[in-house]
């Protein structure tokens, strides 16, 4: 990710790009305050504290997939794909909303082998300091039917899961 690759986003997205974050492509979202000027010169100053984020997120996975891990994310994974439809041909397989076939018991390995970020959002406080970072990890197969899982992470790199987002 360069610095031309940002383009004016739109409400409420000041400016938006597409970033490779844990081997796929990932939107990066900046939202400002209100009173800052949304210009050229504005991406160039925030620039290097966004592409710090980015390279952050990215190094951060295995942190980012214990936190999951240990906050319960797996069993509910387990929970949502048990409401899908049972296979009457094949024992612990659940049909999920995308057409996927899961099996149950979900491991470990398969669960966070099955997540990618889909967006970072970098919220920005009128003196162009970040306020907070959010990152929306999603799964593939599609575990929870379309939601994301938010993650919050601070400046001193502390993890918090924030939930399931639509």
Known sequence: MTITDFSRGTEPFAFTAKANIWGSTAAVDIILD?????????????YPCIDRIVQRVDMKRAKLEQA????????TAE???AQGKVSKREQGCYLLDDGNK????????????????ESVCIYFDDELEVNDVTIYIVCSPDYFAGHAI???????????????EQ
Do not use: M, Q
């Open 34 to 46: 209100e009173e800052t000027p949304r210009g050229s010169h504005t991406i160039e100053k925030i």
């Open 68 to 75: 999951l891990l240990d906050d319960g994310w797996l069993e």
């Open 150 to 164: 938010a993650v919050f992470l601070d400046s001193d790199g502390d993890i918090r899961v924030k939930g399931l």
């Open 79 to 81: 929970d949502w794909a």
């Open 102 to 117: 899961v099996y149950l018991p979900l491991n470990e390995d398969g669960f966070c082998d099955s997540l990618f970020v």
